[in-house]
């Protein structure tokens, strides 16, 4: 037995489209439950009904966009974006400045990536027109390029200052002050993305050929140096780099840019801890951080890590707090790159398992493509070449830890070849109890515990979200990027890494009304914030036409995302 509540209107997200049910709710045994429901559709068709049955009649309904962008823009202006990109571009007598074209690239790219040709009627769409007052059509794509080319970038001719350089700089002290940032923990690493500049193009000196990581290897690529806070996870440094440098030689020119943002913003280096993966560690490059004078944590080569403390048994491991669930870790000096540091061994289950998961799976799939291989090298008709067959033996074996596993011979019979191969049990067992799940680490803090250690080095995985973000689409999206001048893809990169500190920003006040929300989640409730504007006949003869403005039913969750973003008050704001 039910009692009913009453009826609401609620959208759904289908796809790109919103449509609309009339839902009734009631308590059944206690508890809130959706009883009935009727679907209306799109919000075209919500105002067609509108118009037959009720009075007065709408002349038209407008849906607009609000949720996401209007909280991206509140965060703009309560982190000091908006008054950092004004300070540096300021507003011209009429229409938009440099600052707005800047801000509305990284506010579409995060709510709907696409080409700037796609911008306008977007920007139509959405609660920032009513805001900015600004017309749609000042928003066209060769008005992002016109005022992008007044933005002077580094390389460029006759250029004597960077204004990317020095806004990443003023954007850092604003954050300070504002005590958004912790100053302590600074997480780097590296990625590449491809673009689709031609070959022929003459006038790039950014995409190069190199090895993606994204396996697009057809293409040229950029390269992506980042440092994020290690706690807030907002950008602090970032660095456009070609293509065709690799991750250990990039470190010094980001190194250096890291160290001018500290002096800069008057941050001791001795205050601050650098972390980074395996992929930077180099001794040129720990000769080069002893000079800094800053503090670092780097994950080591397993190689160059000592042996005795890398095949330490896991049960000689102490084990960590409950803020590391099962994570063992132990810290000894050692002698590495001809000084001595503070080495940390560590071991994750979780990690183990992954790693495990990947290695069976691979190793399945090789150990059937070897089998028809040698099948098809056993018909008659085969007429692969020794070369060829060797190639893509290496090919198949250069997933990780497979080349140790497997074990093969190729002879030659009968001017026919032959293949044979095995699996090392031996190899796999010593896999199992000393390799899969442990990170060796290396640092210069002689006095931190082996778990201060691993929690500060666990602020690196940011980094490597941010990267999925930004690949995968799911935050932010970089790509597809068409630009074919360094200056362009520099312009690119710097709106697209302050978007990920205006997300790090408003999720983390979001953290507040929904603990344990993901980036993902907080996107997808945002979303479905929207506002519609029903426009009505004047009350007599003579007189505007009365307009009325109502937000989408909202569920409880999306209700305290939008008190604490500050969405309630956002018609009354003004740019």
Same mark, same amino acid.
């Given at each position: 037995m039910y009692y009913p509540i009453m009826a609401s209107l609620i959208s759904k997200k289908k796809g790109n489209k919103l449509y609309y049910y009339v839902v009734e709710s009631a308590r059944v045994e206690g508890k809130p439950r959706i009883v009935q429901q009727t679907y209306l559709g799109t919000a075209d068709r919500l105002a067609d009904l509108i118009k037959e049955h009720t009075a007065p009649i709408p002349l038209s309904a407008i849906t607009r966009e609000f949720g996401l962008p209007g909280a991206l823009w509140l965060a703009a202006q309560r982190s000091g974006v908006w008054d950092v990109l004004k300070s540096m571009w300021p507003e011209p007598r009429s229409?938009?400045?440099?600052? #707005?074209? $800047?801000? $509305?690239?990284?506010? #579409? %790219?995060?709510? !709907?990536?696409?080409? &700037?040709? @796609?911008?306008? *009627?977007?920007?139509?769409?959405?609660?920032? !027109?009513?805001? /900015?007052?600004?017309s749609p059509e000042r928003f066209r794509s060769q008005d992002f390029w016109d005022a992008f080319d007044q933005i002077q970038v580094e390389h460029d001719e006759h250029v004597g200052s960077d204004e990317l350089e020095e806004a990443q700089l003023r954007l850092l002290a604003a954050w300070k002050e504002k005590q958004l940032v912790s100053r302590r923990l600074l997480a780097y690493d590296t990625t590449n993305f491809y673009i689709w500049t031609a070959s022929t193009n003459q006038r790039n000196h950014l995409a190069q050929r190199g090895h993606n990581k994204q396996g697009r290897h057809n293409l040229r690529q950029v390269g992506l140096s980042y440092a994020l806070d290690g706690e807030s996870g907002i950008s602090l440094c970032h660095h456009v780099y070609a293509g065709n440098v690799a991750d250990v030689a990039e470190l010094p020119q980001a190194l250096d840019r890291i160290l001018r943002m500290l002096d800069r913003n008057q941050i001791a280096r001795s205050t601050v801890t650098l972390v980074f993966d395996k992929g930077t560690a180099a001794l040129d490059n720990t000769l080069l951080l002893k000079e800094a004078g800053i503090g670092w944590i780097s994950a080591l080569p397993w190689n160059q890590a000592p042996v005795e403390l890398r095949e330490r048994d896991i049960e000689t491991l102490p084990l960590c707090s409950s803020d590391q669930p099962g994570v063992h870790a132990?810290? @000894?000096?050692?002698?590495? #790159?001809? *000084? #001595?540091?503070?080495?940390? $061994? &560590?071991?994750?289950?979780?990690?183990?398992?992954?790693q495990l998961h990947s290695v069976t799976t691979s190793l399945a799939k090789v150990l059937q493509s070897l089998r028809r291989l040698s099948l098809d090298l056993a018909k008659p008709g085969s007429r692969l070449k020794e070369t060829q067959i060797r190639n893509k033996i290496q090919r198949w074996l250069s997933v990780q830890f497979l080349e140790d596993l497997i074990s093969w011979k190729l002879h030659s019979e009968n001017e026919r070849w032959h293949l044979q191969f095995d699996f090392n049990h031996a190899a796999f067992q010593k896999l199992l109890t000393h390799r899969l799940g442990r990170t060796v680490l290396l640092t210069n803090r002689m006095d931190w515990t082996a778990e201060q250690v691993v929690s500060a080095y666990s602020g690196q995985q940011q980094v490597e979200q941010v990267f999925r973000g930004l690949k995968d689409g799911d935050w932010l999206g970089w790509g597809p990027m068409y630009h074919w001048t360094d200056s362009k893809i520099r312009i690119h990169a710097f709106y697209c890494m302050l978007g990920i500190s205006l997300l790090k920003y408003?999720?983390? !006040?979001? =953290?507040?009304? /929904?603990?344990?929300?993901?980036? @993902? =989640?907080?996107? *997808? @409730?945002? %979303? =479905?914030? =929207? !506002?519609f504007v029903l426009l009505y006949p004047p009350q007599g003869e003579k007189g505007p036409p009365r307009a009325a403005v109502v937000r989408s039913k909202q569920t409880l969750p999306q209700q305290q995302l939008a008190k604490i973003l500050g969405l309630d008050d956002l018609p009354t704001q003004r740019s």
């Open positions: 229409g938009p400045s440099i600052a #707005h074209y $800047l801000l $509305l690239a990284v506010i #579409h %790219r995060i709510c !709907q990536p696409g080409p &700037k040709t @796609e911008v306008a *009627d977007w920007y139509r769409s959405t609660i920032l !027109q009513p805001l /900015w007052f600004l132990i810290a @000894e000096r050692a002698l590495v #790159h001809g *000084d #001595h540091y503070l080495c940390v $061994l &560590k071991y994750s289950a979780s990690f183990a398992s992954e408003i999720h983390k !006040q979001s =953290q507040s009304a /929904w603990p344990g929300l993901t980036m @993902e =989640q907080m996107l *997808d @409730e945002l %979303r =479905q914030i =929207q !506002q």
